[in-house]
């Protein structure tokens, strides 16, 4: 069974965002952008009270020449790039308490990438389902939303990566699960995750080893706000939650009875394109640009993820390898 939240669920995730503390919005940060945000989204999971890093990481960011060069020539002379950004919590992304300005590590890359670039960065927050479609349509040039780099994405969208994040999980503080190594720990349970993620695609493949094993078949509830997730875990709604290792890890520190369980599986992130863009190039020797001069690990330090940091920027790699479990 699939569960999907209804419209106006986003308001009751957002105050139960405030409520609980699950993703704390930022009373300053370098690299916040002014935004275009939906309807609602002052209650968006990022933009209750508390306090996260504040240091100004980007705007000592200075022109790469080498990587300006790469760009195409029609947008070296409008001398701007769109990007759709979804916002879902801390660390990769969070509202100001304003209501629209954008924080966050997918942020703050996107903000020195630009000023690598030369170039101006106009964001609108778009639905997380909705912007990869988009770039395909033409209709943006970037898209971030910490996604991660699977084959059957790369059949359609390009990507730059930028760190390693991955898959993780998260239940209350009373569930008997310590680690989920294999899918087969979550039979009989109920799972919540976000629409249109890895963590739905991983879970929705796997269903069969259930009954393969004899076993009730776990279910997947699936909801559109990262807010409502942590509301049906805290609910009893959910047994478990599945999303980003980065932002299982936040969100359990902000909340009261719930844990970490593990990681599963590591995948790149990137920030994604349309198939065939000529943008790749210029945003990859960005990114490297950035490890060189040192920007790229004051990003991680500053929020806390510096486990999630790569070697070197690629476009379109392949999907690293799931667990064999």
Not at 4 to 31: E, N
Not at 244 to 259: E, F, H, L, S
Not at 304 to 311: K, M, R, Y
């Amino acid at each position: 069974m699939t569960t999907r939240t209804r419209p106006g669920t986003a308001r009751t995730a957002l105050v139960f965002a405030l409520i609980t503390g699950a993703a704390l919005g930022l009373t300053a940060c370098a690299g916040g952008d002014p935004a275009t945000a939906p309807a609602g989204a002052s209650g968006v999971p990022g933009a209750a009270k508390g306090t996260l890093p504040t240091e100004d990481v980007v705007s000592a960011v200075t022109r790469n020449e080498a990587a300006a060069k790469l760009l195409p020539a029609d947008v070296r002379q409008r001398g701007s790039f769109t990007i759709a950004s979804s916002v879902a919590t801390p660390p990769s992304s969070a509202y100001l308490p304003d209501g629209r300005t954008v924080v966050g590590v997918d942020a703050d890359f996107a903000a020195a990438v630009a000023k690598a670039l030369g170039l101006e960065l106009k964001r609108e927050v778009v639905g997380f389902e909705a912007i990869l479609p988009a770039l395909g349509s033409g209709k943006y040039d970037v898209g971030t939303g910490n996604f991660g780099v699977t084959e059957e994405r790369r059949k359609a969208i390009d990507f730059v990566t930028y760190i390693n994040d991955g898959q993780g999980f998260a239940s209350r503080a009373d569930s008997s699960l310590k680690a989920v190594t294999d899918l087969t720990q979550l039979c009989g349970l109920k799972v919540a995750v976000n629409a249109g993620t890895t963590f739905e695609r991983t879970l929705e493949q796997n269903k069969g080893r259930c009954a393969e094993a004899g076993r009730q078949p776990y279910e997947v509830n699936v909801y559109s706000e990262t807010g409502a997730i942590w509301m049906s875990l805290q609910q009893g709604r959910s047994d478990v939650v599945m999303n980003t290792i980065n932002g299982v890890r936040y969100a359990v520190t902000q909340q009261k009875n719930v844990k970490f369980l593990n990681e599963y599986r590591r995948l790149d992130v990137g920030f994604a394109f349309k198939k065939g863009t000529p943008l790749a190039p210029a945003f990859q020797a960005a990114v490297n640009g950035l490890k060189a001069d040192g920007t790229y690990d004051r990003i991680l330090r500053k929020w806390g993820v510096t486990g999630s940091g790569i070697a070197t920027s690629q476009i379109s790699p392949p999907e690293l390898p799931a667990p064999k479990k």
